[in-house]
C-alpha cells in the first residue's frame, strides 16, 4: 500500500458461484495507485474470474467491487470505469485481417484517445513493432501479438491496468523488458496494476504484494519475502509448488 | 488403402451429427427449402398459363426479387456475420473491456450492415442492367422504402441470430448463414401470396418481407404504390426489431451471469 492515497479498486467479501460450483469465495482486497498487485494461485484457483469479474464481464453472486468508488454493475459507470482501465491477456487477440497499425488506432476510437496517431506511432516504438506495423495480425508471432495485446492495454494511458499472464510467450529480452517497462509506468505515471502469472521469478521482481489464491480463496497476502517466510519457502517458485501440490492432494 | 482408415474418418464425421442438432438440421434445411420455393414458383407459373393469362414480364419479377431478396440477406449477414468475425479473431473480449456500450456496437453493426447492401444492390442493379438490360430503378422512388423494410427486418432476423450465437456458441453459428432463408418460402419473394396454401398465407400476413414483394410486384405491374402494405410491412418490421433488442439484451444478461462472455472471447 502506498501511503495516504485512496485506493483506486476496492474488492469485498467477493463471491462467484456456478451453480453449485464456487469459483470466488469472500475474496477482499484494495489496490492502489502506482502498485502492482500479483494475483497468483494453481490452474483452477479463481485469478482469471477476478479478473473477469472486475472487468464486468460476469457479474458477482454477492459482494461489492468499488472502482474509482464506482459500481461497475451499474452500466453508466462501468461505461466510465473502462474508460480509465484496460486490460491484456495472451488468450485474446486481434482482428486478423487489418494490420497492426490499423488495429491500434481502432482501439484508440474505441477510447477517444487525443493525439491517436501520435499515440499509436509511441507504441509502436515503445513494444519494438515498428518493423511488423504494416502486416496482417495473422502473420505476427505468438511473441508480437502478446508486443501488441500491451500495446493496446496502454492506448488509454490507464490509471489501472490488469495483466493475465502479460509476458507468456516473450523470449527472455523482450520479458524483461516489458517487465522493465511496466515498472517505470507504475513509477512515472502512478498506474495501479493487478497481474496474474506462473512465472515465479517474474511476480517476485514485480510485485509490491501478493494475493495467493487457492480454490477460490486467499490462503496469503503480503509483499514477496513476507508470502516466502510465511510458507518456509526458499522463494516463490518453492511456495507455490507447495500450495499447488497440497491443493491437488 | 485400408477400410479401417476410411471407416476411421467415417465416423469421424457422424460422431459431429451425434452431438450438433445444428449441423443434422442443416441436411434436411436446404433440400426442403429448395423444394418449397421451386415448387411453388412452378405452380404460379403454371396457374398463369393455365388461366390463359399473358406473360407477365418475368425477367423484371425475378430479377427484381432477386435483388430486393438479396437485401434482406445482407443485412442480416451485415449483423450476424460481423459478430461472428469478432468472435474468430478472438478480439471479442477486447471490445467488450473498452468503454463501448452494448447499445453502441449494435447501432456500429447495424451500419455496417446498410454498408454492406448499398455496396451489393448497386453491383447488382449494374450488373443486371449490363447483362439482361433490365433496370431496377422503373420502380423509382418506391425502391426506397421496399429497401428499408427489408433492411429493417434484415437487422432484426441478424440480432435474434447473434443473440442466439451469444448463448449457444459455436453450435448456433450455422444460423447466420441460413436462417434468412427460412422467411423466403412465406415471404412470396418470387411469387403472389395467394399461390400458398392457407395455413402458410396466414404465416406470411405476418411477415413484413410478403408485404415488400407484393408491393414490388404492383408496381411492375402497374397497379400503382402500395402504400397500405408498405404500412402494414413497416409496423410489423418495429415490432419485431423491438422485440429483437429485448431477447438479445435478455440473451446478454444470461451470458454474462454464466461468464460464458469471456469464453466466447478466447
Known amino acids: 500500500m502506498t501511503g495516504s492515497s485512496l485506493p483506486v479498486l476496492e474488492v469485498k467479501n467477493l463471491t462467484k458461484n456456478y451453480n453449485s460450483f464456487q469459483a470466488v469465495k469472500g475474496v477482499s482486497f484494495e489496490l492502489y495507485p502506482g502498485e502492482i498487485l500479483g494475483l497468483l494461485g494453481p490452474n483452477g484457483a479463481g485469478k482469471t474470474t477476478i479478473i473477469h469479474l472486475l472487468l464486468g464481464l460476469t457479474s458477482p453472486t454477492s459482494g461489492e467491487i468499488r472502482i474509482f468508488g464506482l459500481n461497475p454493475e451499474k452500466p453508466r459507470q462501468r461505461e466510465k470505469i473502462l474508460g480509465r482501465m484496460n486490460f491484456s491477456s495472451t488468450y485474446v487477440a486481434m482482428p486478423y485481417s487489418l494490420t497492426l497499425r490499423e488495429s491500434l488506432q481502432v482501439f484508440a476510437r474505441l477510447y477517444g ?28 508471432s505468438s511473441g508480437q501479438m502478446t508486443r501488441l495485446n500491451l500495446a493496446k492495454a496502454f492506448i488509454n494511458d490507464p490509471e489501472i491496468l490488469l495483466l493475465d499472464e502479460p509476458t507468456a510467450s516473450l523470449d527472455p529480452d523482450i520479458a524483461d523488458r516489458t517487465r522493465t517497462y511496466l515498472k517505470e509506468v507504475k513509477k512515472s505515471k502512478n498506474t495501479a496494476i493487478l497481474c496474474t502469472s506462473h512465472n515465479m521469478q517474474e511476480m517476485e521482481e514485480i510485485s509490491d504484494h501478493l494475493l495467493f489464491l487457492n480454490h477460490g480463496e486467499i ?20 511456495v507455490f509448488l507447495k500450495i499447488a501440490r497440497e491443493a491437488r492432494l | 488403402m485400408k477400410l479401417h482408415r476410411i471407416l476411421a474418418m467415417f465416423w469421424r464425421h457422424i460422431y459431429l451429427y451425434r452431438h450438433s442438432i445444428t449441423r443434422l438440421v442443416e441436411i434436411f434445411y436446404w433440400p426442403l427449402l429448395d423444394l418449397l420455393v421451386w415448387g411453388f414458383v412452378s405452380l404460379y407459373i403454371s396457374r398463369l398459363s393455365g388461366e390463359g393469362k399473358s406473360t407477365p414480364n418475368f425477367l423484371g419479377l425475378f430479377l427484381g426479387a432477386l435483388i430486393l431478396w438479396d437485401i434482406l440477406f445482407r443485412s442480416q449477414q451485415g449483423i450476424s456475420v460481423s459478430f461472428l468475425e469478432e468472435v474468430w479473431a478472438r478480439n471479442f473480449l477486447n471490445l467488450f473491456v473498452s468503454p463501448l456500450t452494448i447499445g453502441e456496437y449494435l447501432v456500429s453493426l447495424m451500419l455496417v450492415a446498410v454498408f454492406k447492401v448499398v455496396v451489393v444492390f448497386l453491383i447488382s442493379a449494374l450488373l443486371a442492367w449490363l447483362l439482361y438490360s433490365f433496370n431496377l430503378f422503373i420502380l423509382g422512388i418506391y425502391i426506397l422504402p421496399f429497401m428499408l423494410n427489408l433492411i429493417i427486418l434484415g437487422w432484426a432476423i441478424g440480432i435474434i441470430t447473434t443473440g442466439l450465437i451469444l448463448r449457444f456458441g459455436q453450435q448456433a453459428e450455422v444460423l447466420a448463414w441460413g436462417i434468412a432463408f427460412l422467411f423466403q418460402p412465406i415471404s412470396a419473394v418470387f411469387y403472389p401470396v395467394s399461390v400458398l396454401p392457407k395455413f402458410l398465407q396466414s404465416l406470411a400476413r405476418i411477415i413484413p418481407a410478403s408485404y415488400v414483394f407484393e408491393g414490388m410486384r404492383a408496381v411492375i405491374f402497374g397497379r400503382g404504390f402500395p402504400t397500405g402494405l408498405l404500412v402494414r410491412a413497416f409496423s410489423l418490421n418495429l415490432v419485431y426489431l423491438s422485440l429483437a433488442l429485448f431477447f438479445f439484451f435478455l440473451m446478454f444478461r444470461q451470458v454474462r451471469a454464466r461468464g460464458l462472455l469471456a469464453r466466447m472471447g478466447e
Open chain 1, 219 to 238: 490462503i496469503a497476502r503480503g509483499t514477496p519475502q513476507e508470502v516466502i517466510s510465511r510458507f518456509r519457502g526458499e522463494d516463490l517458485e518453492d
Open chain 1, 113 to 140: 484517445v487525443k493525439k491517436a496517431r501520435a499515440k499509436v506511432e509511441f507504441l509502436i516504438e515503445q513494444f519494438d513493432l515498428k518493423e511488423v506495423a504494416d502486416r496482417p495480425i495473422r502473420t505476427l
